[in-house]
């Protein structure tokens, strides 16, 4: 079982920037759930699009829809911070949004295996299924 960073968004504090930090060279899951947001009841979320522009410090990868939660994995390269901002859909065409703000420690003893410039926009849609 791998641990991962979670946020949990807010329906109150909706300015609330996420913060978290990685030493280089870690890879773990950024969860993002929406369920303070959402409405119960309401349909789970059907597209999720991550965007940064730092992709030097962390790199993104593994888009995931769950429910009421998204998942992308990031793995921390080289010392910086990374930004990143999450957008989700609902069937009703309401989109929500998240802010993260990673800070990569150095590991100042070890050498990098090598970085990566990983994308800077990530995007998972659940399609409906056809009628059977």
């Known amino acids: 079982m791998t641990r ?3 946020n949990i968004v807010s329906a109150y504090q909706r300015d609330r920037v996420f913060a978290s930090s990685l030493y280089a060279n870690e890879s773990r899951e950024l969860v993002t759930e929406f369920s303070g947001v959402l409405e119960p009841g309401d349909n789970p979320i059907v597209r999720a ?3 940064t522009y730092d992709t030097v410090f962390a790199a993104m990868s593994d888009p995931e829809i769950d ?3 998204v998942k992308v994995r ?3 390269q ?3 911070r990374t930004r990143i901002r999450v957008d989700v859909t609902t069937p009703s065409g309401d989109v929500y949004s998240a802010w993260h703000s990673i800070r990569v420690q150095g590991a100042p003893y070890f050498t990098n295996n ?3 410039t990983g994308p800077q926009h990530l995007e998972v ?3 409906p299924l056809e009628p059977t």
Do not use: E
Request: glycine share 14%.
């Open 67 to 69: 429910g009421t939660a």
């Open 78 to 80: 080289y010392a910086g």
């Open 49 to 51: 699009t991550w965007d």
């Open 125 to 127: 849609v659940i399609l």
């Open 114 to 116: 090598g970085w990566v």
């Open 74 to 76: 990031i793995r921390a």
């Open 4 to 6: 991962a960073t979670k």
